[in-house]
């Protein structure tokens, strides 16, 4: 049954029906669109456009038709173009002819699918911040577990400075965290609503919008029916957030993957977070970080196919823009299959701890403490630096570490390098030493996850 029959002679062509329909994506609003239908149907009794029994008709075969809905007794039908269509015979199916066919007064599809499509995202963005957060929770579920242990810390993946596990892992989470805050500053710029916008224009019919937005859980009505009705910039930030979300979390992923390598050999996946091969017997991959990598370029996707179609589009509503939901539902619906594996993941992982602290001190990793010693002896840091790398050139060449530089050596390098130095050249001392707000010392980090996780409670 189409919502426009009057001024056509006759149908649409199967062809024009098949590319028009939109069920198979937007029937999900439909609890929403009820919803919104409640919502109007009581500012039209205020506006004296429905009389009090009217009102309860239309209300009864409201909620009969919810929980048609509900229960899978009532679904759209090929004919229906759309969620709104299917659900407006399904109201008149209820109510009748002559009561269903006045609840489409002062409103029109375009305002209805912009407001139930805000509804449906605010709902999708707790989901977002809660899947989040368990994230979150077991990079820190695994932070409180290796308090003490150390990595290399890399930049260029090259072994730069000694870092304790906990700070690494709690960088992650530090991203995650940033993204649930995006999600929260976006619910706030979305809590209005279109509903009485109309078809771009506002309705005539004395309606009150501010009363709609209420019941749906607004915080107001929207300032500009035509900005109402034809903005997408809430999907497209909502997609970019989700894009971030995927990339943030394609970072920890391809950590994983490395550390997960014999050459690593940093960790050890959980065998229910992992996967075999169907010809080598040994294999044991990380498929949840790969498919994390992987789907983090299909959110991508996602936002840029969106931004795409939004683009030069004139105002108001355009039909395009019934292209706007699907790739939204698909980043939202990957997340939900992705949060609950890589926390699965992530908080089974075994840390190989031993391993991790044979490696922080190698590639001359405490370099930089030497250079440091130094200033602290009231050598240049110009000065220092060089001193610093002829130890590593030296050491180098004798295949022998920093810490076992002679002293004749050291004092060769630079008088101030006295036997004292060595006092900085452990992993232990290094990393202690790092201990200002943010740095990598045992107590900074102790700190910045107690604050953290009152942080991650806040949300
Ligand atoms: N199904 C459409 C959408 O998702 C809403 C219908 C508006 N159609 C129209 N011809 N104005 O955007």
């Known amino acids: 049954m189409a919502l426009w029959g009057g001024r056509f002679a006759s149908g649409p062509a199967e062809a024009m029906a098949a590319l028009s329909v939109s069920t198979h994506f937007d029937w999900r609003l439909a609890p929403y669109d009820i919803a919104g239908s409640r919502a109007h149907a009581r ?114 993946l090259q072994h730069a400075q000694p870092v304790l596990l906990a700070h690494h892992l709690l960088a992650h989470a530090h991203a995650l965290l940033r993204d649930v805050s995006r999600l929260r500053d976006w619910d706030a710029r979305t809590a209005e609503s279109p509903y009485g916008s109309g078809a771009l224009a506002g309705s005539s019919l004395g309606l009150d919008p501010d009363s709609v937005a209420r019941e749906l859980g607004f915080a107001a009505a929207v300032e500009n ?53 169907s010809i080598m017997p040994q294999k044991k991959n990380p498929d949840v970080a790969e498919l994390t990598r992987g789907k983090s370029g299909r959110l991508i996707g996602n936002l840029t196919g969106l931004l795409a179609t939004l683009k030069a589009m004139p105002l108001a509503y355009n ?28 908080g089974t992982l075994t840390f190989h701890t031993g391993r ?30 060089e001193a610093a790398g002829e130890c590593v050139r030296v050491a180098e060449a004798r295949g022998a570490g920093l810490d076992e530089l002679t002293d004749d050596e050291l004092e060769k390098i630079h008088p101030a390098l006295t036997p004292q130095v060595r006092e900085v050249l452990t992993v232990d001392g290094s990393v202690a030493s790092r201990n200002a707000r943010g740095g990598t010392a045992p107590d900074r980090v102790a700190e910045q996850l107690e604050r953290l996780v009152v942080r991650a409670e806040d949300f």
């Open 225 to 277: 029916s035509i900005d109402g009705t034809a903005s997408r910039d809430f999907a497209a930030e909502f997609a970019f957030v989700l894009a971030m979300l995927g990339v943030n979390l394609s970072r920890i992923a391809e950590e994983v993957i490395i550390w997960n390598t014999a050459e690593f050999g940093y960790v050890t996946l959980d065998d229910a977070w992992a996967t075999g091969s």
């Open 43 to 156: 500012v039209l009794h205020e506006a004296g456009l429905l009389t009090d029994s009217e009102l309860e008709g239309m209300l009864r075969a409201l909620a009969g038709l919810a929980e048609d809905v509900a229960s899978g007794a009532f679904t759209p039908s090929a004919d229906d173009e759309d969620v709104h269509t299917a659900l407006e015979r399904g109201l008149i199916e209820r109510a009748g002819a002559e009561l269903g066919g006045k609840l489409r007064a002062g409103r029109s599809r375009n305002d209805q699918v912009a407001t139930l499509f805000r509804m449906w995202l605010r709902d999708a963005a707790k989901r977002m911040a809660t899947g989040t957060l368990d994230v979150v929770d077991a990079l820190v579920s695994q932070a409180n577990l290796h308090p003490g242990a150390v990595l290399p810390g890399r930049t260029h």
């Open 356 to 385: 991790l602290a044979e490696l922080a001190p190698a590639g001359f990793t405490l370099a930089t403490d030497i250079a440091e010693w130094l200033v602290r002896q009231g050598v240049p840091f110009r000065v220092a630096h």
């Open 319 to 346: 039909r395009d823009l019934q292209e706007d939901k699907e790739p939204v539902f698909d980043s939202v619906g990957q997340l939900e299959l992705l949060f609950p594996a890589i926390a699965g993941m992530l």
